[in-house]
């Protein structure tokens, strides 16, 4: 244990000299959580002009329904609605200073009333088919309140709705979680790198193959160091998350750590079989920061995947955090215990044996394969 | 003219010592791009629904598979299940029909899911609906005539792949060129540039030169992909080599820098892969900026990455928005502000003695 501990402080010493690859856990994770924050965290209406044409009520009574038509996503309505002629509208059209167009003619509120056939005009973007899509859905939300406005007869069929919670979870925060355990995932990742990086530089892992004793007792200090700074980088995000966005584990914590610290083990024996490997560290560092970068898109990262199990790919359940992500949310933002706890832990634990052992023996027999 | 010559075939000789950052730098987005093209959204939904029972419920179902587009794919897939087990929404909502014959409604209730899916199922459902009021409304419902701006729905992956090209190119630079400096540092060999006679000016030339060819390179990779992929080819090769060639040298700058200050491999690659990935997701990664918040349309302007997709944008989708000319000039001007910053740093750290 003594000599653990020597071991363990001097890579504690070793990890203080370099701050800025100590911040690798930070910086990636945080300009990534500002940025969705900027992309998704503000007002999402899509801005559009109306041009009402029409001379009688129906038109205003309509106009009225894009102000008040509220979208669960920031409780703000659909539509950023801007009156301006069919000539302004056309043009802020063409500049893209608008997403789109609703032309209501002249003679809407007489064909309304004497049902012959009223209809409207709407010019939309859809260069990409989400936001068509969005346009399309937006508009039966609008011409749903209008019909309720107007009193027309009753719908056929009433909706209705019923949501577990008496505050529905936002985007940013459902991101931000994910961004929490790629904060962990990259922490532990260019932690490990950076207390190998001496010995590389140093051309020390000579020296490690000539030593009488395991290599473990190189290995674990760094395993364990390189653990224990991606847990602080994630709890450092929750914290973040607590007081930007009001979300905190509480007495989930503790399962918080063990979810994501299983995950940085799993990152941490991937990338210690580069870390001490001359030849390809850059690369190998490169590599594994990349792959778990991407992986935080394709594995839950942008959105909950319980629900869409079926839409994520293969090749994403052969990363831990495809499996972390979606309980750590419900531990972090509903206060909630996972369902699938047992079966997750399970899986984890098996993600980072696998991962550690394979990595630390890969590891230690190419260090002692001296040539 | 020579000694630049000699001096940029030598950077390009470098390769050799770093081949597989290299390759990393120049085929990871490809890579990227096609994992992310396959787990993008689509607009079909899976919406869970109870068994229906009578004529209006199985009206209801039938009308949901009409939900859609005219130009594109349909917007629900409906599941029909016959219960659920406690609170345990598998599929995130369940559509449940309550009421009597004089009052039915369609009860969507949801699972822990976050406002932009609630949203989303919320407006399918609302569409079906609206269909079906729309029918009993006959002549006096309101029909919307859509007027879409291109002949056919354009998927996701395009605009997504393109607005990656830019990332491509800069990221390759920011990579490389972080990873060759440190190095030089870490070598010693730095010091031969201190000892040379030659300006600085042609060395740094020589290395973002290099660093924006590598990325042009890596933006055409991912431009073969996506071509493959999705079909979308640029009108103009030459006009896109040219945009990435900016993004390449905008990448080879920061990197080149970070090398220059940091001065290890480690935190420069750190820095310059932190700096391409957060200028791509605020340059208009997932949507032109203009359609986002203020705030990130604001912040959008100052990434050379908006400029560069509103720039490539008319290649892909054979109309423009907004000038090219403001586009090509700040572009343009990133471009001179990053070189002038490396030239400063560069001529900072060969005057150390």
């Known amino acids: 244990m003594k000599r653990f501990w020597i071991l363990f402080?001097?890579?504690?010493?070793?990890?203080?000299?370099?701050?800025?690859?100590?911040?690798?856990?930070?910086?990636?994770?945080?300009?990534?959580?500002?940025?969705?924050?900027?992309?998704?965290?503000?007002?999402?209406?899509?801005?559009?002009?109306?041009?009402?044409?029409?001379?009688?009520?129906?038109?205003?009574?309509?106009?009225?329904?894009?102000?008040?038509?509220?979208?669960?996503?920031?409780?703000?309505?659909?539509?950023?609605?801007?009156?301006?002629?069919?000539?302004?509208?056309?043009?802020?059209?063409?500049?893209?200073?608008?997403?789109?167009?609703?032309?209501?003619?002249?003679?809407?509120?007489?064909?309304?009333?004497?049902?012959?056939?009223?209809?409207?005009?709407?010019?939309?973007?859809?260069?990409?088919?989400?936001?068509?899509?969005?346009?399309?859905?937006?508009?039966?939300?609008?011409?749903?309140?209008?019909?309720?406005?107007?009193?027309?007869?009753?719908?056929?069929?009433?909706?209705?709705?019923?949501?577990?919670?008496?505050?529905?979870?936002?985007?940013?925060?459902?991101?931000?979680?994910?961004?929490?355990?790629?904060?962990?995932?990259?922490?532990?990742?260019?932690?490990?790198?950076?207390?190998?990086?001496?010995?590389?530089t140093s051309k020390m892992t000579l020296e490690f193959g000539l030593a009488p004793r395991s290599l473990a007792w190189v290995l674990v200090p760094k395993v364990v160091l390189a653990l224990f700074f991606g847990l602080v980088s994630g709890t450092l995000f929750l914290v973040v998350i607590y007081a930007w966005l009001g979300f905190w584990p509480g007495n989930y914590i503790w399962g918080f750590w063990l979810l994501s610290g299983l995950t940085a083990l799993f990152w941490i024996g991937l990338a210690i079989v580069f870390g001490l490997q001359a030849g390809n560290y850059m690369a190998g560092a490169i590599a594994i920061v990349l792959t778990a970068i991407i992986v935080f898109f394709i594995g839950g990262g942008l959105g909950l995947i319980r629900y869409h199990a079926e839409d994520v790919q293969w090749y994403s359940w052969l990363f831990p955090n495809t499996h972390a992500i979606d309980p750590l949310r419900d531990l972090v933002l509903f206060n909630a215990w996972p369902v699938d706890w047992d079966i997750t832990v399970a899986k984890l634990i098996g993600f980072s044996i696998l991962s550690l052992s394979i990595g630390i023996a890969y590891t230690a027999r190419k260090i002692r394969h001296i040539r | 003219m020579k000694r630049f010559v000699l001096l940029l075939r030598n950077e390009f000789v470098l390769f050799r010592t770093a081949i597989p950052v290299h390759m990393i730098g120049i085929f990871q987005p490809a890579l990227m791009f096609s994992l992310m093209a396959l787990v993008l959204v689509t607009p079909t939904f899976d919406m869970q629904v109870t068994t229906p029972q009578t004529a209006l419920e199985y009206e209801l179902v039938s009308l949901m598979e009409q939900v859609g587009s005219p130009i594109g794919s349909t917007y629900i897939n409906p599941i029909l299940v016959d219960s659920i087990q406690g609170q345990e929404f598998t599929g995130g909502q369940l559509i449940e029909f309550q009421g009597d014959d004089r009052n039915p409604t369609a009860l969507q209730r949801f699972g822990l899911i976050d406002s932009n899916m609630v949203k989303n199922f919320r407006n399918r459902l609302t569409s079906a609906a609206l269909l079906m009021w729309n029918i009993s409304l006959g002549n006096r419902a309101v029909a919307i005539r859509e007027l879409p701006w291109l002949p056919r729905d354009i998927p996701y992956s395009v605009y997504f792949g393109m607005a990656m090209m830019p990332l491509a190119a800069n990221l390759a630079g920011a990579l490389i060129g972080a990873f060759l400096t440190a190095q030089e540092f870490e070598f010693n060999t730095f010091m031969e540039l201190r000892l040379s006679p030659m300006p600085v000016i042609v060395f740094a030339a020589a290395r973002l030169l290099r660093l924006g060819l590598t990325g042009v390179l890596s933006g055409l990779v991912l431009m073969v992909v996506i071509g493959f992929t999705t079909g979308a080819w640029p009108t103009s090769i030459g006009w896109v080599m040219l945009i990435l060639f900016a993004m390449g040298i905008i990448g080879g700058s920061i990197g080149t820098t970070a090398g220059l200050i940091l001065q290890k491999t480690l935190p420069a690659f750190l820095v310059g892969l932190a700096l391409s990935f957060f200028t791509w997701l605020l340059g208009s990664a997932f949507g032109l900026a203009a359609g986002f918040s203020g705030p990130y349309e604001t912040t959008s302007r100052l990434m050379p990455n908006t400029y560069a997709v509103e720039l490539l944008f008319p290649l892909y989708y054979r109309i423009g928005i907004g000038s090219n000319l403001t586009a090509l000039l700040f572009l343009l001007l990133a471009c001179m502000i990053m070189i002038l910053v490396t030239m400063v740093f560069f001529r900072h750290e060969q005057l150390k003695t």
Request: hydrophobic share 45%; charged share 20%.
């Open chain 1, 9 to 200: 402080k001097s890579e504690f010493f070793v990890w203080k000299q370099d701050p800025i690859t100590a911040l690798g856990g930070i910086l990636p994770p945080a300009l990534i959580l500002i940025a969705f924050a900027l992309l998704f965290g503000g007002r999402l209406s899509f801005k559009v002009a109306v041009v009402n044409q029409d001379e009688g009520l129906m038109g205003s009574i309509l106009r009225e329904s894009f102000d008040e038509v509220i979208s669960p996503l920031n409780n703000l309505p659909y539509y950023l609605a801007l009156d301006m002629s069919l000539e302004e509208a056309m043009n802020a059209y063409q500049g893209y200073e608008v997403e789109g167009v609703w032309v209501i003619p002249p003679g809407f509120t007489r064909s309304i009333e004497q049902g012959d056939s009223p209809n409207i005009s709407m010019y939309f973007f859809n260069y990409n088919d989400d936001r068509a899509k969005n346009h399309r859905i937006y508009s039966a939300e609008i011409i749903w309140n209008f019909y309720k406005k107007i009193g027309f007869p009753s719908p056929p069929l009433e909706i209705a709705e019923e949501y577990p919670r008496s505050v529905m979870v936002d985007w940013v925060p459902v991101i931000a979680v994910g961004v929490a355990l790629l904060s962990v995932s990259l922490g532990s990742i260019f932690n490990i790198y950076a207390l190998t990086n001496k010995e590389q």
